[in-house]
């Protein structure tokens, strides 16, 4: 053993091999089924390729096309502060940041426990929780307001902007949403050239499951490789609806459809950003609703991270959601799993922490539970060290039989590596009780309820305050 060494977990679900195979069955599908594309630019791009164009829309894919793409993706993806050249998340090897989701259509409200629509204070007190919590790594719309008086997938993006200095990942409608999120996004980095070398944005946009890249999708696709700005490209689908039931099927087909859009996505710009991986979720055959957290979930998620490293990619992600429809016992069980889950297998780029009831419903107490939870899944993570300051020889010689460690500098100057709960009970029931006996729902909303009250982000420059403005306003 080395003088200094540390063991970390280890856990792998593929061998190359199986890599290899899952690669090679999406190349089939690729090669025999195709793609469809509507999107007049991206036809015009594969035209000049290797691709074989049948029926007008129908691409089929020759492996050598995909294998050039690959190769031009960069295997790096630095997501920024805000206006800031540091990187706060650093989406490479197994490296996992986590963020909240986007766009649900309710909200749970830690004030009243009453589920309802969204208003523009209800989605700024949610980026200022973002923005407060330490192991939320980058930001979401979160919610569809009720209340925008402009366009509102621009003014969440703006929202977000002035509400947190956190990386933004962002979802549009269209093409023209997404260049004057860019064009906000520029006005607070500085300009577009410090925009493209310290990104604080990247779009998340879906294929069209099965085997349909839509013309919107693809237009901002393509307009984020043209500014040369991350994008993920990711397949949110349903096991057993739009994609084959079992686990291996979804992932070759889902992978099918990402290999097509980075074909495109390196035509258009060799080198630009791209983050791969789908979101593949069950389908409950009682209900039909789409499972967010279940065994099968989690494990695709790591069958996408083990791709995603397989291609030298950034990978996507998801966890801290649940299916339960309010915050409760099930709900955390759901996303501690989840966390859990993402943090072994390296899901770089991990979102939707806070979603409840498949997507719907959004829980900013949920975000604040499961910012403990991920602490305390990256300290097992970490590991133990293993070396002669660790392993305590002279001290435990000088303890000897029958001593004990409690006044040893050796504890004094290494106690502190040990996690330390910030709202996790570890009083003993008579103190617990004499201070009040608050169970850790109550304590979760509450300091969900104070960061909302008197969490203040930094501002924005006030020349970007005016161009946001301006931009909406041409909405």
Sequence with gaps: MKEMDVALPQFSLFTREVCERIHNASLEILRKTGVRFFSQEALDLLRKSDAVLIDGDLVKFQPGIVEWALAQAPSRVPLCGRGSAEVVAPLEGRTCCFGTGSDTLTYLDPRTDQIRTWTKADVIDCYHVADALPEI????????PSDSKYNTYRTQFALMLENTTK???????????CEANIAMAAAAAGGMEALRLNPNLLLYSEPSSPLRQSTTATEKL??????????VHAPGVLMGGTVPV??????????????SAIVIHQLKRPGAPFVYGPSICPMDMRTSICVYESPERVLQATACAEMGRYYG????GLAGAANSCVFDEQAVAEATFSIFGALISGNNLTHDVGMLDSGT???PELVVFSDEAIAMCRQFMAGMVIDSESLALDVIDQVGPGGNFLDADHTVANFRRMWMPTMFNRMPGHQWKAEGSKRSGQ???????????????????????????????TS
């Excluded at 990386?167 to 949403?177: G, M, N, Q, R, S």
């Excluded at 990619?313 to 996507?316: E, G, K, V």
């Design 137 to 144: 790594q980058f930001c979401m719309s979160s919610g569809i």
């Design 246 to 259: 079992t686990l291996a099927g979804a992932l070759a087909l889902c992978n099918a459809e990402i290999l």
């Design 313 to 316: 990619l950034p990978n996507w």
């Design 443 to 473: 304590l979760i909303k509450e300091k969900t309820i104070s960061i909302m009250e008197t969490h203040k982000p930094a501002p924005l420059p006030s020349a970007a305050y005016d161009e946001i403005e301006r931009i909406l306003k």
């Design 167 to 177: 990386p933004i990942v962002f979802v549009c409608d269209d093409k023209a949403d």
């Design 361 to 363: 419903t959004f829980s």
């Design 222 to 231: 393509l307009l984020m490789a043209e500014t040369g700005l991350p994008v």
